[in-house]
């Protein structure tokens, strides 16, 4: 990682508010190289960013974190983001594998205490996995929810020490959605069928017509973020 000191004030030094996604994602691109990678769930937003830098000529480095209990349509999505932008998305492990987890915590760890089978499967090998990165985009936008509302374009992400890029962070759900359709981007068909947030299948459930998008993932408990972005 270059001067952090530099780096800091140089995203102090600028207004990143009025910059355009594609702008942030080419910004980011041309700052950082092979450095800067794409977090992607296969959200849709995650989608369309990776849609958008291949539309900008820019050929991203995709990565995403298999706790080993997504869903079969999230893996098929996989395959299909790869043949169709040319990508071989980067696979994130646990070091424990389920059967080791269930061996030293008991099994489905993630319904007696989520945070630490997230911890496991998912925090720990983002951070293992950025500490080797100087950038990270990612499909942040502040209508998501209330913890969400006041993300910044381009910040230092202190929890990880990197440059995060949310380069969509001042779009809509309705924008995501308008993106995805019009430039026929492949998507989880989950989303068509209640599920707005798509996670891992023990935490994932479909939510009703007019609930809360994110009230479908950890039903039951206080939770709501992963432990990925700060919260
Ligand atoms: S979302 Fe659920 S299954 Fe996935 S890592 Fe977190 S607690 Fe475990």
Known sequence: MENLLEIRRELASRDWEPMTAREAIAWGHERFGDRLVFASS????????????????????????????????????????????GLEPERVLPLLTLEEQAAEYGEKLWVRSPDQCCGIRKVEPLRRYLAGQEAWVTG????????????????????????????????????????????????????????????CVPCTRAVKPGEDPRGGRWAGFEKTECGLHGH
């Open 42 to 85: 296969f959200s849709l937003e995650d989608v369309l960013l990776i849609d958008l830098a291949c539309a900008a000529g820019i050929r991203p480095r995709v990565f995403y974190l298999d706790t080993g209990v997504l869903f079969p349509q999230t893996y098929e999505l996989i395959g299909r983001i790869a043949e169709r932008y």
């Open 140 to 199: 942040i936008h502040r209508d998501q929810s209330p913890t969400r509302a006041n993300a910044p374009r381009v910040t230092f992400d202190e929890a990880f020490g990197l440059v995060k890029l949310n380069p969509i962070v001042d779009w809509t759900m309705q924008d995501v959605r308008r993106y995805v359709a019009a430039n026929d981007v492949p998507y989880n068909p989950l989303h068509d069928q209640g599920y707005p947030s798509i996670g």
